[in-house]
């Protein structure tokens, strides 16, 4: 057995997925749409897992089981759209994946279009399975004829307008997978109400028992750990629900904590620098002032 056989399968190319999922060559060498009912994993081709070296727009029938989240459900039932980017690690999936179509698109097909780095600026990307975009009936109506325009294009005949029609239904796609995914922080709020007293509970746990000390300022990758949901996610629910990202809502915590030593303790600012966490105190101090207006110093002189 090759010293590399049980390392992850990479697809370079659209045609060699279509090769060992048993499908006919695509249609189109940087761009294909599948309907997973035509799948046929050709045997021994698979390891465990696998990396594609294209983005991915999946639309799965029952994603996730119940569509269960933690001891929660989600709102809607009607099947639940899973996103990937480039390089990112899948396990095989069994000989029955299930229904539903998969989107790959390489980074190349959109070179020369905004939306080349516009995608990168989509969080969900980055969002894990149990993160799905789970739709409702009226939703997956307007999804699935997006999926319908970018297959009538690949599978008509190529003109001078065609590539730059399927661009604007991708970017059309993702807009709405934006909106829908705001709607799903909404609809959700108990859950990621219950998420965010969680985070606070962690923030506090984390300064009061100066865990800052040894390990230094939390970071985005810290709570979302903690939390068991992707960064990505963790940032997108806190904007939805604070109007702040993940990061802004560390540096709000630290704000907020030093508020409090500076106001209620004779602790040096370079005390209370690492005691939160910070390396060089001048570092908190100028994130105080940017945060406040104020520096440190000037911030405890206003008590007195």
Not at 85 to 90: E, G, I, N, R
Not at 177 to 183: A, D, H, L, N, T
């Amino acid at each position: 057995m090759s010293r590399d056989a049980h390392l992850p399968k990479r697809f370079e190319s659209l045609t060699e997925f279509h090769r060992v999922f048993g499908l006919p060559k695509p249609v189109h060498p940087m761009i294909s749409l599948i309907n997973m009912n035509d799948i046929s994993l050709v045997p021994g081709e698979l390891p465990g897992f696998f990396t594609l070296d294209f983005y991915k727009v999946a639309y799965k029938k029952n994603v996730c089981g119940k569509a269960k989240y933690g001891q929660h459900y989600y709102d809607f039932g009607e099947g639940g759209l899973v996103f990937s980017a480039p390089h990112q690690l899948f396990e095989t999936p069994p000989a029955d994946g299930g229904s539903g179509y998969i989107l790959l698109i390489h980074p190349d097909f959109l070179l020369s279009y905004p939306l080349s780095g516009k995608i990168k600026q989509y969080g969900f990307f980055s969002y894990e399975a149990n993160e799905a975009l789970h739709l409702s009936e009226s939703e997956l109506d307007t999804i699935l004829a997006l999926f319908k325009i970018i297959d009538g294009e690949l599978n008509s005949r190529i003109d001078d307008f065609s590539h730059d029609v399927i661009i604007s239904q991708l970017e059309l796609l993702l807009n709405y997978c934006s909106r829908f995914y705001k709607r799903q922080f909404i609809t959700r709020k108990a859950v990621n109400h219950d998420l965010l007293q969680k985070l606070e509970a962690l923030l506090d746990d984390y300064f009061n028992h100066e865990q800052s000390l040894a390990q230094g300022l939390p970071t985005v990758q810290y709570l979302a750990a903690h939390l068991n949901i992707s960064p990505s996610y963790l940032s997108d629910m806190l904007r939805a629900l604070t109007g702040q990202n993940a990061q802004q809502h560390i540096h709000y915590k630290l704000i907020e904590k030093a508020k409090e030593k500076l106001s209620t303790t004779t602790l040096s600012v370079s005390e209370i620098a690492y005691a939160l966490g910070f390396e060089h105190p001048q570092s908190f101090s100028k994130l105080f002032k940017t945060k406040t207006k104020l520096s440190p110093l000037e911030f405890r002189q206003s008590f007195n």
